[in-house]
Antibody, heavy 121, light 108 residues
Framework: EVQLVESGGGLVKPGGSLRLSCAAS????????MTWVRQAPGKGLEWVSSISSSSDFIYSADSMKGRFTISRDNAKNSLYLQVNSLRAEDTAVYYC??????????????WGQGTLVTVSS | EIVLTQSPGTLSLSPGERATLSCRAS???????LAWYQQKPGQAPRLLIY???SRATGIPDRFSGSESGTDFTLTISRLEPEDFAVYYC?????????FGQGTKLEIK
């Protein structure tokens, strides 16, 4: 069974930093691209960043570039998101998801339960 | 930049009725790259449809997807109580992903 478990969220002051983690199990982690998606309270889904299986390719939403850095450690079956210079508008649940690819289609079949980041003084 | 616009914002229907949710892309896109998700309160999104019309594993056949040009449609043929949720369309374009703003399907 595919499992994705996020951790590392919490309350942080504006300008602070956090490192979010996503522990993966139940599938060959080193063969899948992974992604982060966030959702502000009461709002819609927003794609943050994606990373290829061997970290060769990294893509990020323009609004996240420079402050958010995705990475992975295939030896530890783990995905990370370093978030710096946090602002109130970064308050959200951050989900990790596996990127699936089938017949020219790309989608997120499996999601974690999310970790809440709250930015407040 | 491509924008996905979902309509209506809120759809009020009764169990047993048919639901039709729309997702319009601001420019021509490949149907291969369009997916639909369902999200219930306090839960992660759940993949329903990929490639505009292919049902994900375990998704009931009352859910179907279609496309016509830049217009994509998610249809729920006969609403069950568990179908009342928020639905998002998602587009993959140039190695990035765009979500629509969502349609809330509520019980009338």
């Amino acid at each position: 069974e595919v499992q994705l478990v996020e951790s590392g969220g919490g309350l942080v002051k504006p300008g602070g930093s956090l490192r979010l983690s996503c522990a993966a199990s139940g599938f060959p982690f080193n063969t899948y691209s992974m992604t982060w998606v966030r959702q502000a309270p009461g709002k819609g889904l927003e794609w943050v960043s994606s990373i290829s299986s061997s970290s060769d390719f990294i893509y990020s939403a323009d609004s996240m570039k420079g402050r958010f850095t995705i990475s992975r450690d295939n030896a530890k079956n783990s995905l990370y998101l370093q978030v710096n210079s946090l602002r109130a508008e970064d308050t959200a649940v951050y989900y990790c998801a596996r990127v699936d690819h089938y017949d020219s289609s790309w989608f997120f079949q499996h999601w974690g339960q999310g970790t809440l980041v709250t930015v407040s003084s | 930049e491509i924008v996905l616009t979902q309509s209506p914002g809120t759809l009020s229907l009764s169990p047993g009725e048919r639901a039709t949710l729309s997702c319009r892309a601001s420019q021509s896109v490949s149907s291969h790259y369009l997916a639909w998700y369902q999200q219930k309160p306090g839960q992660a999104p759940r993949l329903l449809i990929y490639g505009a019309s292919s049902r994900a594993t375990g998704i009931p056949d009352r859910f179907s997807g279609s496309e016509s040009g830049t217009d994509f449609t998610l249809t729920i043929s006969r609403l069950e109580p568990e179908d009342f949720a928020v639905y998002y369309c998602q587009l993959y374009v140039s190695s990035r992903y765009i979500f629509g703003q969502g349609t809330k399907l509520e019980i009338k």
